[in-house]
């Protein structure tokens, strides 16, 4: 079993090391102990192997593994994600251990993306934007930069239908849509220099929407303000807490910038405090945000005053209709290309890409046609 799992090594040398690395800071395991248990003539050899100087002997790689805790396998598997990879999740209540097991599954996901396209030789690069804000920013801060932001990838008047795409075409970062466990809306996933959000596709339009200019947020800011791996943790620590406010208001900027609001208001007139719930039933679906959101942009913008705002907001579920939604497809068409095309090169066989992406053998084929994806496989 240990020769099989050493081919995975030999695809991926540098995969190897990246996880020896970050395998070893975190058991707290220094490189001269490591050396010594792997029977390294000395900690340079570790050093030498760790930076890609030297390779590593199958022997010394069943002794690494054993002494990290880990398997042969688990190190050089490039179709899951080892300790690179780093998850803040948006949820509620979610069973931790069910948690702890969809996050091995969504990194299964990431990391065999960014293996196939690695063979592919296409270049992954997440462009990331630096944002002019820290923790000290003010709110008002953090919805002007969504608001630039927007205005700079040119997302035009209503920003959440041009948000997944530009992401994936432009910035390189992937959006998969997910049957996500009870209690997660979402996540964002950082590994090396591949982005990831992932959204709960059972969630209604303007939740995911929110969700995806969200996580956006973190990972524009994962170096100066990283994010809490359960979002929940932050209710009691004022400085994530502040955060995830900031990713609040961010949010609201970038998918409801102040030109778009002018204009519904242009259009349609300023209603009075009793025609409000009305006016925000018609144009917080166009925007395709909550009418809680939509609610509070106004007050932000001074068209209400937030006093009218709280008398408002309880009527706003009785004005709301009721809008049939479409479930948005498994995964993205980005992704699915990847796998289409490991299975098309004999990569990846049609069982384990089912088994990778949890759907049934059979329903693959359908699954890549909902993404007007052409994949030459049989059954």
């Not at 948690?99 to 299964?108: H, I, T």
């Not at 994530?240 to 609001?261: D, Q, V, W």
């Not at 925000?280 to 679906?285: D, G, T, V, Y």
């Not at 809008?323 to 796998?339: C, D, G, N, V």
Request: proline content about 4%; aromatic content about 8%.
């Amino acid at each position: 079993m240990v020769l099989q799992e050493i081919e995975y090594f030999k695809m991926d040398s540098s995969l190897l090391r990246t996880r020896l690395r970050a395998l070893r800071d975190k058991r707290g395991i220094s490189q001269e102990a490591l050396a010594a248990q792997m029977k390294l003539v000395n900690r340079q050899a570790l050093t030498d192997i760790e930076s890609g100087d030297r390779k590593i002997a199958p022997a010394e790689l069943a002794a690494a593994a054993e002494a990290l805790g880990t398997t042969v396998f688990a190190l050089t598997d490039p179709l899951q994600l080892g300790e690179e990879g780093r998850f803040s999740w948006r949820q509620a209540g979610a069973n931790l251990q069910e948690l702890d097991s969809f996050e091995f599954r969504a990194g299964q996901w990431i990391a065999a993306f960014r293996h196939f396209n690695k063979l592919q030789g296409v270049a992954i690069n997440s462009a990331v934007h630096r944002l002019g804000i820290d923790i000290t920013s003010s709110y008002e801060d953090a919805t002007a930069q969504g608001e630039a932001l927007a205005a700079k990838l040119e997302l035009g008047e209503i920003p959440a239908e041009k948000l997944p795409s530009v992401l994936e075409e432009q910035l390189s970062t992937l959006v998969l849509y997910v049957d996500a466990i009870e209690g997660v809306s979402g996540a964002a996933c950082r590994i090396e220099v591949l982005n990831t959000i992932l959204v709960n596709r059972r969630e209604i339009l303007a939740r995911r929407n929110y969700d995806i200019a969200h996580e956006f947020f973190h990972l524009l800011t994962w170096e100066t303000m990283p994010p809490q791996r359960l979002d929940e943790a932050a209710i009691a620590d004022k400085k994530y807490k502040r955060i995830e406010t900031l990713a609040e208001n961010f949010a609201s900027g970038l998918l409801m910038p102040t030109e778009s609001i002018q204009k519904l208001v242009a259009a349609n007139g300023l209603p009075t405090e009793n025609e409000l719930p009305k006016w925000i039933s018609l144009a917080a679906p166009h925007m395709q945000v909550s009418h809680s959101a939509m609610l509070w942009r106004l007050v932000n913008l001074g068209y209400v005053t937030q006093s009218a705002a709280t008398r408002v907001r309880p009527l706003l579920a009785l004005h709301a209709s009721i809008e049939k939604q479409q479930t948005p497809a498994l995964f993205s068409k980005r992704y699915l290309q990847s796998i289409a095309w490991a299975i098309d090169e004999g990569e990846i066989s049609v069982r384990r890409a089912g088994t990778l992406l949890n759907v049934p053998m059979e329903n693959l084929p359908e699954l890549f046609r909902q993404h007007q994806i052409y994949c030459a496989f049989e059954l």
